[in-house]
T-cell receptor
Framework: QQQVKQSPQSLIVQKGGISIINCAYE??????FPWYQQFPGKGPALLIA?????SEKKEGRFTISFNKSAKQFSLHIMDSQPGDSATYFC????????????FGKGTRLHILP | DAGVIQSPRHEVTEMGQEVTLRCKPI?????LFWYRQTMMRGLELLIY????????DSGMPEDRFSAKMPNASFSTLKIQPSEPRDSAVYFC???????????FGPGTRLTVT
């Protein structure tokens, strides 16, 4: 019940296309859902985050869509660029109870130039 | 600020040897996390500290792993004895109370032969 399931494991998208990464969770106590971006040889870094009281959050070309009833959330990257090639992790936490984050297994995204 | 600092960046050791990984969190951060990243298991939380006190070590794989935080600016993760299955990238991250974002270091790539 503590897991966050992420798909796909890897994704190849043409430059200018839309990249979509999906995540699902079981624990309804989760109340904070961040996405982290990791470039090769670097540590992950926070990209964007959402709370379940909103259905969508947009920051530039990055959008999180959240479906509370389905217990699913997704990351959309519009107009994908080669510089977006990285590994993306969805995650979840019970922010009021503790400070640890449960990460999905990651999606390796490659944008073709 | 220099960010989270980890050393060494790469470590190659033989099975049975003791390995010590080091981390200096961002100054002023009162939480420190140790993660392990592998292709198979993704990003796993091993242990985290708050104000130098271990809060949750449920992710530590076995007694061969130990972590300490003797002061607010230094933490170690020790593996003794090391085994080939411990080969992974180990990340340290830190954050401050009330803020969910974790700041990751560049990682230590450990290879046990």
């Amino acid at each position: 019940q503590q897991q966050v399931k992420q798909s796909p494991q890897s994704l190849i998208v043409q430059k200018g296309g839309i990249s979509i990464i999906n995540c699902a969770y079981e624990n309804t106590a989760f109340d904070y859902f961040p996405w982290y971006q990791q470039f090769p040889g670097k540590g992950p870094a926070l990209l964007i985050a959402i709370r379940p009281d909103v259905s969508e959050k947009k920051e530039g070309r990055f959008t999180i869509s959240f479906n509370k009833s389905a217990k699913q959330f997704s990351l959309h990257i519009m107009d994908s660029q080669p510089g977006d090639s990285a590994t993306y992790f969805c995650a979840a936490s019970i922010s009021w109870r503790d400070d640890k984050i449960i990460f999905g297994k990651g999606t390796r995204l490659h944008i073709l130039p | 600020d220099a960010g989270v600092i980890q050393s060494p960046r790469h470590e190659v050791t033989e099975m049975g040897q003791e390995v010590t990984l080091r981390c200096k969190p961002i100054s002023g951060h009162d939480y420190l996390f140790w993660y392990r990243q592998t292709m198979m298991r993704g990003l796993e939380l091993l242990i985290y500290f708050n104000n130098n006190v271990p809060i949750d070590d449920s992710g530590m794989p076995e007694d061969r792993f130990s972590a300490k935080m003797p002061n607010a600016s230094f933490s170690t993760l020790k593996i003794q004895p090391s085994e080939p299955r411990d080969s992974a990238v180990y990340f340290c991250a830190s954050k401050t109370s009330g803020i969910h974002e974790q700041y990751f270091g560049p990682g230590t790539r450990l290879t046990v032969t």
